[in-house]
């Protein structure tokens, strides 16, 4: 074998084994890099007091507080035209019935005959979401001729007067605890004193918050009923006016000629008197024109 083919030889070799190592430095990299990124962090799952952590630093998202319902006292008031004022009533009453609603008043006025409206007036309460139920029933015995309804917002003063209570028994509880200490005759009679003030206002007040809360609950309906006037009243009941006419003019009558009876009879009883009289006007003129002559 001369040199020059040993030194090819020995070069192949050499490039073979440059060659095999920079193949296995290659392999060694890419597998240290898929290690750190697999063993890396961020692909790590949380653990669970890191999730607590997140959600305690994100934002809280606050809800809006729910507006507070305005307390309202509904009134309402409505005239009807209806053909029947009783038999309409006995329809209001089953309608008062039907919404949970109770009377409060009743009043009917009726007219000697038909050429007068008659009317009636009444005045019940019904639960306040049952208002516009019972408007719209009422309306259909007959024909509306006013309708209104008025509200009063007493939001602000059922407020007042529940701090106002408040207060009041946070006093008596104190008060109560000053007396089960021991203490002078004179200090317990001033904190007896002061306690039976205190629960007198809350009486007072107690009583003036229920009667708010009542009208609250329940609407007052004010409700006038009318009937029709009749065309033909006045000649059905033309005889029974004459009638009545000569009835009344025939006791007058009456009247007038036993009062002249009367009379006559005061001037007879008191003749003598009478004459009397006369005669002394008569003898003091004949007197007068005597002298004068």
């Known amino acids: 074998m001369n040199t020059n083919q040993m030194g090819s030889r020995t070069a192949s070799k050499l490039g073979f084994c440059l060659g ?21 962090p961020a692909s790590a799952p949380l653990a669970p007091a890191d999730t ?3 959600a305690n630093s994100a ?10 319902q305005s307390q309202l006292i509904k009134r309402a008031q409505l005239t009807l035209v209806v053909e029947s004022i009783h038999q ?7 309608i008062i019935q039907k919404q949970q609603g109770d009377i409060l008043k009743f009043e009917a006025q009726k007219s000697p005959d038909n050429s007068q409206r008659q009317t009636a007036y009444l005045e019940f309460r019904v639960p306040q979401q049952r208002l516009e139920t019972t408007l719209n029933a009422l309306a259909k015995l007959g024909t509306v001729e006013n309708q209104m309804i008025t509200a009063e917002d007493v939001s602000d003063q059922l407020v007042d007067f529940q701090a106002r209570l408040r207060n009041l028994r946070k006093s008596e509880e104190m008060i109560l ?12 009679l001033k904190a007896a004193n002061e306690l039976s003030t205190i629960r007198e206002s809350i009486e007072r007040i107690d009583a003036q918050l229920r009667n708010l809360q009542n ?18 009243s006045t000649s059905d009941n033309l005889g029974l006016r004459i009638q009545e ?3 009344s003019a025939t006791h007058t009558m009456g009247e007038f000629t036993w009062l002249l009876v009367g009379l006559t009879l005061w001037l007879l009883a ?14 003091y003129r004949w007197y007068r024109q005597n002298k004068i002559k």
Request: charged share 15%.
């Open 20 to 40: 095999l190592m920079v193949s296995v430095l290659a392999l060694s990299s890419c597998s240290q890099a898929n290690k750190a990124t697999m063993s890396s």
């Open 52 to 54: 607590r952590e997140m």
């Open 59 to 68: 934002p809280e998202q606050t809800t809006p507080e729910p507006k507070k």
């Open 88 to 94: 309409t009533t006995e329809s209001i009453t089953a």
């Open 177 to 188: 605890k000053i007396m089960e200490r021991s203490g002078s005759v004179g200090d317990v």
């Open 215 to 232: 009208q609250v609950a329940y609407s007052t309906i004010s409700l006038t009923l009318e009937s029709p006037v009749s065309a033909a």
């Open 245 to 247: 006419t000569w009835g």
């Open 270 to 283: 008191f003749s003598p008197y009478l004459l009397l009289l006369g005669s002394a006007v008569y003898g």
